[in-house]
């Protein structure tokens, strides 16, 4: 039996750090997400603060769905690559 894929996350508390995150590599690569709400607010709130949008971007298409699958997995996989780095140098800076 395969096992079922799921998005439950093993510590819930790390859902805004991960959100956040989110929002910066977006921004870094140049991709305009953050038009409209979310249901942690964070698509108006930290677009802005990053520069990503204006008060008057209205030509902007709202949240992730705009995006290709391609500019989506290339956020996804540089989180994957610093939650790596990260864990990496918790591991072997203990050493």
């Known amino acids: ?15 805004h750090m991960l959100n956040q995150m989110k929002y910066e590599i977006a921004a870094e690569f140049g991709l305009n997400v953050g038009h ?8 108006t709130e930290f677009g802005s603060e990053l520069g990503v949008m204006s008060a008057n971007s209205s030509s902007r298409r709202p949240g992730w769905g705009h995006l290709t699958s391609r500019e989506n997995g290339s956020v996804g996989g540089e989180i994957t690559k610093r ?3 990260q864990a990496e140098q918790g591991m072997f800076g203990q050493l």
């Open 83 to 85: 939650l790596v780095r």
């Open 1 to 15: 039996m395969a096992n079922k894929r799921s998005n439950r996350q093993v510590v819930p508390e790390s859902r």
């Open 36 to 43: 409209g709400s979310s249901s942690y607010g964070a698509d």
